[in-house]
Structures are given as structure tokens and as C-alpha cells.
Nanobody, 121 residues
Framework: QVQLVESGGGLVHPGDSLRLSCAAS????????IGWFRQAPGQERLGVSC?????YYADSVKGRFTTSRDNAKNTVFLQMNSLKPEDTAVYYCAVKSSCTAWGYDNEWNYWGQGTQVTVSS
């Protein structure tokens, strides 16, 4: 059984940084693409990034967010720097076979429960 658990969210000020974690069980993340999505209240869930052998980022986070893996811990991280109020959302990680069409959330097979990120002064 595949399980993804996100952590690391919280309340921060604009300009601060956070690192989200996505810990997996039942699947070896090194063999899959891992996506990060976010959903703000009243809005659709949008793709933030995808990491496989290559990294992809939404334009809204490019240059501020980076994704990395710790294969020994079977965990993927989303480092978020220079956070803005518009980054406020619930952040989810997801797994599928590749980053093809990564921005479409209906393409992903497995999801975590999400972690809240709030950026406010």
C-alpha cells in the first residue's frame, strides 16, 4: 500500500523560507516522478513542481522553489524561499511514473494528505 505523508508546513512571514517533506512508504520514490501541488481556498489544485531525472517548476515559483530527494530516507523535499502571501495553500505531494503532463492533477496515481502553508505578515 502506497502512503505519502507531507510535513513541514506552517505560518511564516513574507520573505521567509520553509522546507516541506514528502515521506513515502510502499513505493521507492527513486523510481518515480514526484510532484508537488497546491490548492488555495476556493481555487483548483495547481502543479508546483515535478522531479524525475529532470526538474520542472511552475512559472510562479521558478527561481524560489527547488525540489530534492533523499533516496536513503525515501523522501522528497520542496524548499520554498522568498515566500509570498500568494503561496498560501495546502501543499500536496503525488507520485506517478514520469513528469509527462505533470501539471494535470488527474494524471497522478497517489497523493498525500497535504500540509498547510500560510504566508502572512
Amino acid at each position: 500500500q502506497v502512503q505519502l505523508v507531507e510535513s513541514g508546513g506552517g505560518l511564516v512571514h513574507p520573505g521567509d523560507s520553509l522546507r516541506l517533506s514528502c515521506a513515502a512508504s510502499g513505493v521507492t520514490l527513486d523510481y518515480y516522478a514526484i510532484g508537488w501541488f497546491r490548492q488555495a481556498p476556493g481555487q483548483e489544485r495547481l502543479g508546483v513542481s515535478c522531479i524525475s531525472s529532470t526538474e520542472y517548476y511552475a512559472d510562479s515559483v521558478k527561481g524560489r522553489f527547488t525540489t530534492s530527494r533523499d533516496n536513503a530516507k525515501n523522501t522528497v523535499f520542496l524548499q520554498m524561499n522568498s515566500l509570498k502571501p500568494e503561496d498560501t495553500a495546502v501543499y500536496y505531494c503525488a507520485v506517478k511514473s514520469s513528469c509527462t503532463a505533470w501539471g494535470y492533477d488527474n494524471e497522478w496515481n497517489y497523493w498525500g494528505q497535504g500540509t498547510q502553508v500560510t504566508v502572512s505578515s
